[in-house]
């Protein structure tokens, strides 16, 4: 798969992010990244993607064509657009518009998303030997049976439910809850 925007003219702040292994932080991770700024869009290129809210998907601005409002942030805050079923390759226009419009873009990448797309890997922290690797970046979110570990790439503090629940009901959690926080370093990756 191929992230589905032309490089060239992003001068945005766009991260892409997939979990081969731990659907629900594929799920909830993405939304805690675009948490952590003042305003950012999670747009799900998963057409088997998780049914987030909102009045309408990317399938549906593919399908209609979008309006000038549903290219651009209305507010200050995270927003997502859920898939809707559509194929990557198929929403490739409008992704790109909205990467144009939006100050900060999630790209919510399928399980299946290949390393070499520049998509950081969402990966769980296991005890060794078991730790998961990928080639190329990724970012380990510690489990309780996480030993103490360093390794290079960010590693994400156990969440507090009641910040999991916030992000799966809409619900913005404080930016400085210490996932959400730690969650914000992939902006700079």
Known sequence: MVLPFRSSEVNVSVVALWSPLDAM????????????????????????????????????????????????????????LRNGGVEPEDAEEIVSELVARWPNVVLRCPQATEPSTRAIALLPLLPEPFTPTVDGEAVYQRTHLSAPKHVKDIVLPVPRTSTIKSLLGGVRPPRRDRWIKALGQVWGT
């Open 25 to 80: 932080l594929g799920v909830v991770a993405p939304l805690g990244a675009a948490a952590a700024l003042d305003t950012a869009l999670v747009i799900d290129l998963d057409p088997r993607g998780p049914h987030y809210g909102g009045s309408f998907s990317l399938a549906d601005l593919v399908d209609r064509g979008p309006t000038l409002a549903q290219l651009e942030p209305q507010r200050h805050g995270p927003a997502v």
